[in-house]
């Protein structure tokens, strides 16, 4: 603001008029207002409660859905043991492929915004305390006399520790790690194309598409390296999460909805692909192959759901526990559930269903100790160690 003399103009004191004028061409603007900060992600516990019906899901497969080590702990085939049941059961194996559409919708939104650092001591930090108690509990629970089970040789369990026995060719301790190894080439796409330069709309866009492309061209090259790379079978899942992601944040967006789409239509083809076997005599059982598109359907539409905000009404609080207590229970619930389903059920007599239950309960109590005395203590300090820039 400036006094001119020809302000004065039309007044009877002679009083200086104070007048605003517009300021000159090239007088620089004041600089913009600071920007609001960033909305939190709110957090979504009715996907907290997804995890934990996915692991069971795949609880249910191990327990009673196949044959293998569960019917020595069993005494016979769990098809004796489940008649009504056991068909059911076996569809949930497919609690993995739901498992795997969560996962790229939580670590697009996780990683949406975070430097590599902090996203790597993340996920660090996320999956090795619980993964390492796991790998020690049933190492030292197969070594008892008592367990009929072959432990694995302790060279082999030092190297399970890595997360990396599955490409090594090592004898897994963990049954479900195979699930891990596609998790973390997982991460590292995510975290190389995404992550390290930036996250934005359009640059996940174009990773989901590249990776699409490329799944489908490995799988027609069928070239190992490239099948290890780029998990064709794998893939339209974790894509699909990424996509359901994007439409969280703007449900409009034609884009996001392609790619899920798209995702689910090759997902349904690789798990028809992988899990349909015509029925034979010597099957254990078998999955139709409209039983096993409707299982992967409802896991896409159950996330697509969540993203929507259709599910914001399952906001209880013992959601979050249920969240907390899926990864633990996932990892220890199929070899520690052979032991305890064999004393329960042979040992002590009790009936086929009440050893399903009590299994299940007892496995949930192991999770919920290796979450409280292990993951709540360790997560943490390893992620702030992880978590120091270097000096």
């Not at 996780?110 to 020690?136: D, N």
């Not at 049954?175 to 190894?181: A, K, S």
């Amino acid at each position: 603001m400036i006094d001119t003399p020809e302000d004065t103009r039309g007044t009877s004191t002679g009083a200086m008029v104070r007048t605003v004028l517009p300021p000159a061409a090239d007088t620089p603007l004041p600089p913009d207002p600071p920007k609001p900060p960033k909305r939190r992600e709110t957090r979504l516990r009715a996907l907290d409660g997804l995890r934990l019906v996915a692991a069971l899901m795949v609880a249910a497969y191990h327990y009673g859905g196949r044959d293998g080590e569960v019917a020595q702990a069993w005494g016979t085939s769990p098809k004796h043991q489940f008649p009504m049941l056991h068909l059911l059961f076996a569809y949930g194996c497919l609690g993995v492929q739901v498992f795997f559409v969560i996962s790229g919708f939580v670590i697009c939104m996780s990683g949406w915004g975070r430097p590599l650092r902090s996203f790597f001591a993340s996920r660090a930090s996320r999956l090795l305390p619980a993964y390492w108690a796991a790998i020690i509990l049933v190492t030292a629970v197969f070594a008892l006399p008592v367990v009929t089970y072959k432990a694995v040789s302790p060279s082999d369990a030092l190297v399970n520790l890595t997360m990396l026995q599955q490409p090594l060719g090592v004898d897994r301790v963990l049954g479900v790690c195979w699930t891990l190894w596609a998790e973390i080439r997982f991460y590292a796409l995510f975290a190389l194309c995404i992550v390290l330069p930036g996250a934005n709309r359009r640059r996940v866009i174009l990773f989901c598409a590249g990776w699409t492309l490329a799944a489908a061209i490995a799988q027609g090259a069928k070239q190992p390296l490239l099948d290890i790379v780029l998990m064709p079978e794998y893939a339209p899942f974790f894509i699909g999460g990424v996509g359901l992601y994007l439409v969280h944040r703007d449900r409009r967006d034609a884009y996001a909805w392609g790619i899920v789409a798209v995702s689910w239509l090759i997902g349904q083809h690789y798990a028809v692909q992988r899990l349909w076997h015509a029925p034979s005599v010597h099957a254990f059982s078998y999955r139709s192959s409209y039983g096993i598109v409707l299982v992967v359907t409802l896991g896409f539409l159950a996330v697509a759901a969540i993203a929507l905000g259709w599910l914001s009404w399952a906001n209880w609080r013992w959601l979050t526990v249920a969240g907390a207590l899926t990864y633990p229970f996932y990892l220890v619930h199929e070899h520690l559930g052979w032991v305890v389903i064999k004393a329960l059920h042979r040992d002590l007599g009790i009936p086929s269903y009440g050893t399903f239950l009590l299994t299940v309960a007892a496995m949930l109590l192991l999770a919920w100790l290796l979450n409280r005395y292990v993951e709540e203590r360790l997560t943490p300090k390893l992620r702030t160690a992880l978590s120091k820039p270097r000096l």
